[in-house]
């Protein structure tokens, strides 16, 4: 069980001998798609009122700033939490996202997103979530 569970698999043995034999050209065109999303996705947050965030160096996720929602509603019930906001967004507006909180106390008041996703589903999650603040009540 250990050798299954502690190592590398074969198969993933042979895709990373085969990545670094093939040189970067190939990752060149991931690299721009990958900044091009995370650019968009950071100026539209940037523009949706009470919403913020600051642009990621690294990885495929932007912590959003969802503090300035803590205390509005939707629907009657009140937002306190990411996890509230989180849930909420998911059963509103079909928009799945990581509640702060799942990467410790430091993390409220914050929402993970992804950017893995082509921008036409990034343009389109993000008008789910102007949607979703614009419809907030103090």
Do not use: W
């Not at 043995?13 to 060149?28: F, R, T, V």
């Not at 998911?90 to 914050?110: I, R, S």
Request: glycine share 6%.
């Amino acid at each position: 069980q250990s050798h299954a569970t502690s190592n590398a698999n074969a198969i993933a043995q042979y895709a990373a001998m085969k990545a670094l034999e093939s040189g970067d050209e190939c990752i060149k065109p991931m690299v721009a798609e990958f900044e091009a999303r995370r650019n968009a996705m950071v100026e539209r947050i940037n523009q949706i009122p009470g919403l913020s965030c600051r642009k990621p160096k690294g990885a495929f996720y932007i912590m959003m700033n969802i503090k300035n929602i803590f205390g509005k509603s939707y629907n009657g019930r009140v937002i306190e939490t990411s996890n509230t906001f989180a849930q909420l967004l998911l059963a509103e507006k079909h928009v799945a996202v990581v509640p702060g909180t799942a990467f410790g106390e430091c993390g409220e008041g914050f929402i993970r997103i992804s950017y893995c996703y082509s921008v036409s589903h990034i343009t389109e999650a993000l008008h789910r979530i102007r949607e979703f603040v614009k419809e907030l009540t103090v």
